[in-house]
Each structure stands twice: as C-alpha cells, then as structure tokens.
C-alpha cells in the first residue's frame, strides 16, 4: 500500500547532459559557458573567478570562437557529430522519451529535458506542472551517480521546485550502474559483434572525473587514490554507494560476469580529461599506448557504459581521435560497442526500472 493516493497522470523526466543547439562557435560557446559555469562541474574556483575564467577564457577558447592552437576548436568536432536530425545526444533522447511515453501508457506524461541548453529543465517541469502531475520522477541518463551530472541534475530540479507553492511527490533516481536490464544490453550489444575471443583486449571507457571530485563522492576517509591506486573500488558499501569511480568498477564487473570474461582480458579506464588535474586513473589513451606498444594488440572492443546515446565523447573522442593515435601506436582498430541508443532493448530496459520506481504508486 503506497502512503499516497494518485490522482491523474504522474509525470516522468528523463534528462541526459546536454548538447549546443548547433555545431557552430557561437552556439557551443553557449553551451560551455553554461556547462562549465556550473560550480558542480568545475568546483573548485570561486564563482566569479569561475565565471570570468569559463567566459572570458575557456569557453571561448574550447568552442573555436579564439583558438591559437586548435582551428576550430569543439565546434569542429561538433560539426562532424552532428547528423541530418541534429545532436545525437538530443536525437536519441527525444526517440527514447516517446518510445518511454507510448510504453508507460495514458496514466504518465513523460518528457525529455537537458541540464544546459535545451530543451530546458524549467519548461519541461512546467509542462508536467500545468498538467496538474500528482508524482514526478526524474530519471538521469547517467548509469552511474556523479556530482557534476546527476547531482547537478537533481540540484536544478530541486532549485526549480522549491518556487512553486505545490511540491508533488518527488523521486530522484540516483544511478542504476548495475541494474540487470541495463548491463544485458550492454552485453548483448557487444555479443552481437561476434565471438569475445576474437578481440585482444576489452576496454570499459568511462566518462573521467577530476580525483578532488571522487574524494568529496567517498564518505570512508580511506578514498580513491588515498594509496595511488583506486582499489577501494573493488567493492560497492555503505561508503562508497556514491562514488563515481566504485559505480563504474561495479558496472565493469557487472558486464564482465555477464559475459563472462576472464580476468586479465580487460581494464577499466577513464578518458576526456579537461585542464591539469589529476583525473579518475588510468586514463584510456595511456591503456591504448600500452596495450598497442607493448602487448602488441591489435583488435580492442571498446565499451562506453557512462554514456547512454553517440556523443562528442565516444563517436569522435574514441571512434576517431583514439582510433587515429592507436594506429600510430601499430594497433588496427578500436571497435565501439554500439550505444544504447534508440535500441528497443534499451527502452524496454528504462519502462521497467521506471516501474520499480513508481510501479507502486495507485493512480485513481
Ligand atoms: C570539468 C569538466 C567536466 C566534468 C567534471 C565532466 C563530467 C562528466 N561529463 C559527462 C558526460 C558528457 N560530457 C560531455 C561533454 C563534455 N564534458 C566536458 C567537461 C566535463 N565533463 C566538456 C568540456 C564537454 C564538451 C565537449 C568538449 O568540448 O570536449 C558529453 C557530450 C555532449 C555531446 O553533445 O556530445 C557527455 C555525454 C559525464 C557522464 C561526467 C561525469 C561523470
Ligand atoms: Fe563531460
Ligand atoms: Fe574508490
């Protein structure tokens, strides 16, 4: 018995990261200023030395609208990601969002929002607002938890909500790194490429974070890289349940037993670095130089499981740039196992952790 009654619809709001509105300079200029000002993200300047440097400097720099050293910038990278629907990111939110919709039925009223840029937070929450939602249940499109990102996403949701004079019900799911459903689509994509044995190496790339950033996620005091390695990762505890870096492990070893792989035919690696900080280790193109000069691998299979849709990180930063350097190196290819994409098993995936979360909610 849920404590609630429900009356009407509930609402939904899948949210991923976000995306420029388009691949020029003065749109992903936007972007970044946005994404980057956010003091979750880079955290540890103060505000208006944050504001004055992303501005003034950073963002200007990456997006390509200044850049002494790389022509164009990310807004080049951008243009060749871009496809004839717009952003993949945005493309294969808004496929998932009315795949979600039409599964959940009439009872729900499911919309897709981004955290910077569009379509935004605010006008999504209004839509479920004015249609009078007796529940809303934010669903990040991040398996694993991350200040910079869930947190981020659950902090503007809170900050919005806290204006209106009717708070409904509210659920925040937090991460989902090794849910059942999400790791046997991980798992099938990859056995849909063929045998695991034809591959030299297997290499589970995540999204990097800043190390500062793990610390402040640990609650143990005995952190990530305490030691120089990040082997409090090995297990999931009352500690370290939010740690970035222990969620990816968790959904590496997750994928692993699935597919039953052997120990030694894999490495988890963080890619994407930004500035110089250490980040979350190893880093994937250290792993790449590695495998291809001294083990001599030749064929990788590469998975992105911090990332749900193609994006900058994986098609590009992977597909193209690591690819390109790990040839260099004497390596052949990097195989990307497709993302999740707009794969009916991915969907079915989200309509069933979407009905743990509310499937006890009595809608009258
Ligand atoms: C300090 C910087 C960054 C942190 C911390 C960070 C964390 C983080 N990001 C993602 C997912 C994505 N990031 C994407 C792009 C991207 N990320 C950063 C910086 C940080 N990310 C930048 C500057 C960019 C823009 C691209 C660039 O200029 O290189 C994207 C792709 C967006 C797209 O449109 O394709 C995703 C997705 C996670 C999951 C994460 C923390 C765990
Ligand atoms: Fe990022
Ligand atoms: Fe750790």
């Not at 022509?71 to 939110?93: D, H, I, R, V």
């Not at 492990?249 to 699935?258: K, L, M, S």
């Not at 690696?269 to 500035?275: A, C, D, T």
């Not at 098609?315 to 390109?324: A, F, M, R, S, V």
Request: glycine letters at 8%; proline letters at 6%.
């Amino acid at each position: 018995m849920h404590v609630q009654k429900h009356f009407g619809k509930q609402g939904i709001l899948l949210v991923n990261l976000g995306t420029p509105d388009e691949p020029t300079p003065r749109a992903v200029n936007r972007y970044l200023g946005e994404f980057l000002t956010d003091p979750r993200v880079i955290d540890n300047l103060p505000g208006p030395a944050q504001q004055l440097l992303v501005r003034g400097i950073i963002a200007p720099i990456r997006s390509g609208i200044v850049n002494p050293f790389k022509p164009g910038g990310s807004t080049k990278l951008y243009q060749e990601l871009w496809t004839e629907n717009g952003s993949p990111l945005k493309y294969y939110g808004e496929i998932l969002t009315e795949a979600v919709a039409k599964e959940m039925g009439d009872d729900f009223i499911v919309r897709l929002a981004m955290r910077y840029q569009n379509p935004s937070i605010a006008d999504a929450l209004k839509e479920l607002m004015d249609a009078e939602v007796s529940s809303i249940t934010i669903f990040p499109l991040f398996p694993q938890y991350a200040s910079a990102t869930t947190g981020s996403v659950h902090q503007e949701v809170m900050r919005l909500l806290s204006k209106e004079q009717i708070i409904p019900n509210v659920n925040m799911v937090n991460s989902y790194y090794e849910h059942p459903d999400l790791i046997r689509v991980f798992a099938d994509n990859a056995r849909d490429l063929g045998p695991m044995d034809q591959w030299d190496h297997i290499i589970f790339s995540y999204h990097g974070l800043p190390q500062r950033q793990l610390k402040k996620g640990d609650r143990s005091g005995c952190h990530c890289y305490a030691d120089g390695t990040n082997a409090c990762c090995s297990s999931i505890s009352r500690v370290n349940q939010f740690c970035y870096s222990a969620q990816c492990h968790a959904t590496t070893r997750a994928i692993v037993a699935e597919l039953g792989l052997s120990e030694g035919s894999y490495t988890t690696s963080f890619q994407s670095r930004l500035g110089f900080d250490d980040w979350a280790k190893p880093y994937t193109i250290d792993v790449l130089e590695d495998l291809a000069k001294n083990k001599g691998a030749k064929k990788l299979l590469c998975f992105s499981p911090a990332f749900v849709a193609d994006c900058l990180e994986t098609t590009i930063e992977i597909g193209l740039e690591y690819q390109e350097e790990f040839e260099e190196w004497g390596g052949e290819h990097i195989q990307l196992v497709p993302s999740l994409n707009g794969d009916p098993r991915w969907i079915a995936a989200v309509v069933e952790m979407l009905r743990e979360e509310v499937g006890s909610n009595v809608v009258l």
